[in-house]
């Protein structure tokens, strides 16, 4: 089932989507159940997801129920969970990155990006002149859909409710300026007693990656039931109509479940909470990547497809804005 948060005639709901991509209101589809099903008005799409299979096997029975005027085309669209407890996202998580690595960890390097980032399908992108470079990264989401804490990676897709698209927006021109070179201090391991300084290079994703509009998520949440391996679905992402990236998640260097599992033995993952995978770049068949679409450079809009997930479009706008004065004088 595909699902989404939408405006529609001034109101925020949730809804189900049809092939047409008009939408369905889950509350209009439960009221036309006799008898009534025993669920609350559903505001949030936090609230379906803590329906559980529950309430998704009482919309699909709903939805042959439903007339031709139940169908609307949305105004706006919403990422599909509007405010996630945390967005956890895997870095250089594509095979294609191997080769650029001079030393790497042997497991899932992530961060955390703020919900405050997050837009919809269909929302612009902005950009500020002195974000400097600025490039969207396509990759595939997943969407918990309980509570999750040290599970094992063979049970771990059993903690997805479903799947999205997440453009996973990058500022570069920011991670070169927030770049650290320095001497860290740590307590030597055969005497700890003493300390000894070693030479480290650091950038904090604060700027570069959790930007306002640095996270589109959307336009469907997909249940997990519709995706029958989220280890092989094609990629595709197009900027002003161009391809700019064919890929597949079949090459992450980290499964899906190896993904979820270990994050788990850090975060507890909730309900609503989203993971995105990495970034599908590999380049189009005219050699254009990701790394071309500097949005300083090159308009929008920005397209990204993922097999059974639909298309994501983004728009870019560019705000003339300078960085205020933020020192104290």
């Known amino acids: 089932m595909r699902l989404a948060s939408v405006k529609h005639r001034d109101r925020d709901v949730v809804g189900v989507g049809l092939p047409d991509d008009s939408v369905i209101e889950v509350n209009s589809l439960l009221a036309r ?25 009482l919309l699909q029975r709903a939805l042959a129920l439903a007339g031709r005027d139940d169908h609307f085309v949305p105004d706006a669209w919403y990422p599909p969970v509007r405010e996630p407890g945390k967005i956890c996202a895997v870095a250089m998580n594509n095979s294609a990155s191997n080769e650029r690595k001079i ?16 837009i919809g399908h269909l929302e612009p992108i902005r950009v500020r002149p ?35 698209i ?25 005497n700890p007693n003493e300390t000894e300084r070693v030479e480290q290079h650091l950038s904090y994703a604060a700027r570069y990656k959790g930007s306002d509009s640095f996270g589109v998520l959307g336009p469907w949440l997909v249940t997990k039931d519709e995706i029958a391996d989220p280890d092989a679905l094609d990629v595709n992402c197009r900027i002003h109509g161009e391809v700019i990236a064919e890929d597949s998640t079949r090459y992450y260097n980290y499964k899906v479940a190896e993904v979820i599992s270990y994050l788990s033995h850090f975060h507890t993952l909730n309900a609503g909470d989203v993971v995105s995978f990495g970034t599908a770049f590999k380049p189009s068949a005219s050699r254009k990547s990701i790394h071309h679409a500097d949005f300083q450079r090159v308009s929008g809009p920005v397209e990204i497809s993922i097999a059974g997930l639909g298309t994501q479009r983004s728009p870019v706008v560019i705000e003339n804005k300078e960085l205020g004065q933020w020192r104290v004088r």
């Open 130 to 164: 002195y974000y400097g470079s600025v490039h969207p990264e396509p990759e595939l989401a997943a969407v918990i859909g309980k509570t999750t804490r040290d599970i094992p990676a063979r049970s771990a897709l059993d903690a997805v409710y479903g799947y999205s």
């Open 33 to 57: 159940m006799q008898p009534p099903p025993p669920f609350a008005k559903l505001a949030t799409m936090l609230d379906v997801i803590r329906g559980g299979e529950e309430l998704l096997h």
């Open 103 to 118: 030393s790497a960890p042997d497991h899932p390097a992530f961060f955390l990006k703020p919900p405050s980032c997050l």
């Open 166 to 190: 997440f453009d996973d927006v990058t500022g570069n021109g920011m991670r070169a300026e927030d770049m650290v070179h320095y001497w860290a201090v740590y307590a030597k391991k055969d």
